[in-house]
């Protein structure tokens, strides 16, 4: 995950300096207080737990290098305590009725659909800022961000204690973003990274997992198809009804009954789950189109990305590919993508809003 402007804001220009300053700082105070893995796993004092976990960071990473031929670059070498539960916070704004995300645009760095914070605070005040002004707004956490190279990004606190295949998921994805970033395409850049992690933890579970993982990862997979798959039903119908010629006022009534029943599907859904909860908590928070698009950041080009995968040699000729598609003119590049295989969200219609850092 690119941390919204978090990592762009830090390449960009001088505009909108209170921005750029939380950025800035935020950003130094982690690289000042991490320290190599190495050396912690030399210190006697170190918690024995906490060094058995950079150990396996190590492996995974490693792994990455080898198996997934991603960049061997400073990279989850070093450790960072950062004394809070997320390292930044995300916020993601779409209008009323439309499920396409405003985008902030930066100096030299291009457009993300996102903008994120270092405090929490000041990343709600600025979703508020956005609700007042009639965009429906979501709030997301974020463990981890890349800096695209920029910086050594470090192993942080806020996953360390992450599952096996959470772990090596989140250190592939963060490596990906070194292979491959488009300016202004989060949707092409996070499919991409969401890709590489899929591929690669379904590798490192064969090679290093046991049964157990291996039949909980097929269980996860299963689950999240059903999600996304839901999910892509319901943000059809609300693609159809923003589409429509009916007045804003039956938009926004059938918009409401649209997210009722996508509410009321998943729990049924969810029976077959064995009491399963992972997905409770995304359920949990107000269902609205900032909080969709989201998962359609994330997602809408990875089946492509995954058939482009099983069509190549190894992963640098697949990596070549992808350079090529990201060189096309954007429509292009997600036609090319989606005509490799159905994509699991539809593409969305309307114009995209963009902001640039100086008006906001």
């Known amino acids: 995950m690119l941390a919204g402007g978090l ?19 935020g950003q130094l105070l982690i690289i000042s207080n991490a320290h190599p893995i190495d050396a912690y796993l030399a210190d006697p004092s170190v918690d024995v737990s906490l060094k058995v976990r950079l150990a396996k960071v190590k492996r995974i990473r490693d792994f990455a290098i080898r198996e997934l031929e991603l960049p061997d670059s400073d990279s989850f070498t070093t450790y960072v305590d950062i004394k809070r539960p997320y390292v930044a916070w995300n916020v993601i704004a779409t209008p009323e009725l439309s499920l396409r995300p405003v985008e902030w645009c930066f100096p030299i760095a291009g457009c993300a659909s996102y903008r994120g914070y270092f405090n929490k605070n000041d990343a709600l005040a600025f979703a508020r800022s956005m609700q007042k002004a009639g965009y429906d707004v979501h709030v997301t956490e974020v463990p981890a961000y890349s800096t695209l190279g920029w910086f050594s990004d470090p192993v942080m606190s806020s996953f360390i204690n992450y599952s096996e295949a959470q772990l090596a998921r989140l250190i592939f994805h963060e490596l990906a973003h070194q292979v491959l970033y488009v300016k202004g395409d989060s949707q092409f850049n996070e499919s991409f990274a969401v890709a590489i992690e899929e591929e690669g933890v ?25 999600f996304l798959a839901l999910l ?41 789950w064995n009491g399963y909860t992972g997905y409770d908590g995304w359920f949990a928070r107000q269902l609205n189109n900032a909080h969709i698009a989201s998962i359609a950041t994330y997602h809408s080009f990875v089946p492509g990305f995954r058939t482009l995968m099983k069509d190549q040699a190894n992963f ?27 994509v699991e969200l539809p593409p969305v219609p309307g114009e995209q809003v963009k902001v640039s850092q100086e008006q906001t």
């Open 7 to 25: 990592a762009l804001a830090l390449i960009a220009g001088s505009a909108h300096f209170k921005y750029y300053l939380q950025a800035g700082y």
């Open 202 to 226: 379904e590798r490192w579970i064969a090679m290093h997992g046991d049964e157990k993982m291996r039949l909980t990862l097929m269980a996860n997979n299963k689950r999240k198809k059903e």
């Open 232 to 272: 892509a039903k319901y943000q059809k119908r609300l693609a159809d009804n923003y589409a429509s010629d009916a007045t804003v006022e039956m938009k926004r009534a059938e918009k409401a009954r649209i997210l009722t029943a996508l509410q009321d599907e998943f729990r049924t859904v969810k029976v077959g």
């Open 316 to 342: 640098q000729a697949f990596y070549a590919t992808a350079r090529s598609l990201a060189a096309l003119p954007q429509g292009l590049r997600r036609e090319q993508l989606s005509g490799l295989e159905k």
